[in-house]
Each structure stands twice: as structure tokens, then as C-alpha cells.
């Protein structure tokens, strides 16, 4: 891809903070930074425990926002629907996590977070299910936290809430072709999201048979277009979600969802709903941090 200068990547850029309305992802404020190029403005939001080729891609796609080009593939959709996105919070916190979404009919359950019990998990679902009732879809999110055996079992827990699909529940692609295979007989379906987004081969999960189902997240993969190439060539059903980004990186996800030609499962494009709203400026280190983040990241690009 062609890259501005480190000048012109600088030139107009911002690096906020985002307080979230409860702690998610281990965070309660959202660092990230925007770039303003011809087409507009990007976001580069690498979590900061990222190193730099990790993060790398990320720019990408705030560049691809910022700079273009435009995505070849063509807007097919006016509409998306959104998931809810619920953290592993407490059961009694949860109708009031759910209530700043609108219009939901579908809530992706964060589960498997260290020091939390799987009876945490069954009662934070259960609660979730009770929210959108016997009509509405809940799926669960391991981020990974689980080994084979302890996903069978959690997902046996789980399975009377009529689970959409379980995200992630192992960390690695062998494993979920394992938990696939012993739970195909449940009719339980397995996504992929860390197995897709932090890989070195993000088609691997797909050709292995590790998965039903690809979560695609446009800033880790390195923008729009370069998702739509990895969806056509996996062959799957996607879920396109987000990275916790700002709104300007949620419009890269919802453009990549509008040109999918086939997109049956609600998105995780409303993440949005997990902040407070407040956007505050950072202590001048931190913006010192972010800047020469990303021109180590730019180097990176440039020399790829």
C-alpha cells in the first residue's frame, strides 16, 4: 500500500481518551489516536500493550481511512444490525449494561474472565437471555480463556440458553477444531476471532475445518479491503465486529459490513454504548507515546 510521509501522517492528528461506563477488556479508559488525511479521518487504536508489528496493521487501516483507496467491492446494504455487547459483569448489573443499546434483539456475552466462575458465566447469561427473551439471540465471547475440556464443559452448561454460537472458547486453532468436533453433535456453532485477527496466516482457522463461523475486525487485519479479501477466500459466514474503537473506527467496520455480500449474523458494531461519552484529551507523555508509536508503525509499513 502507498503511505503518507511521517509529516502528513502527523500533520492533523489527535490522541484522546474515552472512559467506558463499566471496565471491559481489563480497561476503563480507551486511549487511541486520530489521523485526519484527504478522505477524512482514520483511527489508530492498537491496544497499547501491543508491539509495534502487531500494531502495524492497525495503522493500515486508519491510513486506508484516511488516505484511501477506496474498497473495489461494492456497497450492497443500507442496513446493518447490531449486537449488544455485554461485559462480565454481575447479573444485577446487567439489564442496566443492555438498556443503553437500542432496539436489541441480539447480546454477545463476555465469558471465561480470569478470577470468574463458570456459575458467574451460566448467571450473567442466564440474565442476558431473560433481557431479549425466547426470540432473541445471545451468543458468548471466551476471548480464548478456556482449554478443550473446560469449554466442553461450559458450553454443556450454557447450551439450554439457546446459544447463537460460542466465540473463541479456546485459544488456539487445534484446539477449536477439538471443541468443534465434540460439541458438532449440540449443534452449537464455533467462531473464530483471536485465531483470525492476531494470526500470522488469518485463513489457517478456516482451512483447518477449526471453525463455523469468521468474526472479522477491520483495524487488526489491516483495513476494508484487505477484510473482504480474507472473507472471500475463507468461504465462511463472517460476523464483523469491532476493536473498541471510536466512532471513527466504527466506520470502517460498518463500511466493510455494507459490502458483504452475505451477512447473516447481527454485528458487533455497537461498542460505542460501552463508553461514557466524554472525550478527554492526554497528559502531552502520552501523545509524545502515541506519535512516535506510529511512525516506528509507519517505518513498518513502508520497508512491507
Request: hydrophobic residues 45%; charged residues 25%; negative net charge.
Amino acid at each position: 500500500m502507498s503511505v503518507p510521509s511521517p509529516e502528513e501522517l502527523l500533520a492533523d492528528s489527535r490522541v484522546v481518551q474515552i472512559p467506558l461506563v463499566t471496565r471491559f477488556r481489563g480497561l476503563t479508559v480507551r486511549e487511541t489516536m486520530l489521523i485526519r488525511g484527504p478522505r477524512g479521518w482514520g483511527e489508530f487504536g492498537a491496544f497499547t500493550e501491543y508491539d509495534d508489528d502487531e500494531s502495524a496493521p492497525w495503522l493500515a487501516s486508519a491510513i486506508e481511512q484516511a488516505w484511501g483507496p477506496e474498497p473495489t467491492t461494492p456497497v450492497v446494504r443500507d442496513v446493518v444490525r447490531f449486537n449488544a455487547t455485554l461485559p462480565a459483569v454481575l447479573p444485577d448489573e446487567v439489564a442496566g449494561i443492555l438498556d443503553r443499546f437500542t432496539d436489541v434483539r441480539t447480546v454477545k456475552v463476555k465469558v471465561a474472565e480470569p478470577g470468574q466462575t463458570l456459575a458467574e458465566d451460566v448467571a450473567r447469561v442466564a440474565a442476558a437471555r431473560a433481557y431479549v427473551g425466547n426470540e432473541g439471540r445471545v451468543r458468548v465471547d471466551a476471548n480464548g480463556g478456556w482449554n478443550v475440556d473446560e469449554a466442553e464443559h461450559a458450553i454443556r452448561a450454557l447450551e439450554n440458553f439457546d446459544l447463537e454460537y460460542v466465540e473463541q472458547p479456546c485459544a488456539s486453532v487445534e484446539e477449536l477444531a477439538e471443541i468443534r468436533r465434540r460439541v458438532h453433535d449440540m449443534g452449537i456453532l464455533i467462531a473464530a476471532d483471536e485465531s483470525v485477527r492476531k494470526a500470522a496466516d488469518p485463513l489457517a482457522v478456516a482451512r483447518a475445518g477449526a471453525a463455523d463461523i469468521l468474526v472479522i475486525k477491520v483495524a487488526p487485519l489491516g483495513g476494508v479491503q484487505r477484510s473482504l479479501d480474507i472473507i472471500a477466500e475463507a468461504g465462511l459466514p463472517v460476523v464483523v465486529s469491532s476493536a473498541l474503537e471510536s466512532s471513527v473506527g466504527l466506520a470502517a467496520g460498518i463500511d466493510l459490513a455494507r459490502r458483504i455480500p452475505q451477512l447473516p449474523f447481527d454485528c458487533g458494531l455497537a461498542t460505542g454504548n460501552l463508553f461514557s461519552g466524554e472525550i478527554e484529551p492526554v497528559p502531552a507523555e502520552r501523545e509524545l507515546w502515541w506519535r512516535e508509536r506510529a511512525l516506528r508503525c509507519l517505518t513498518i509499513l513502508s520497508n512491507g
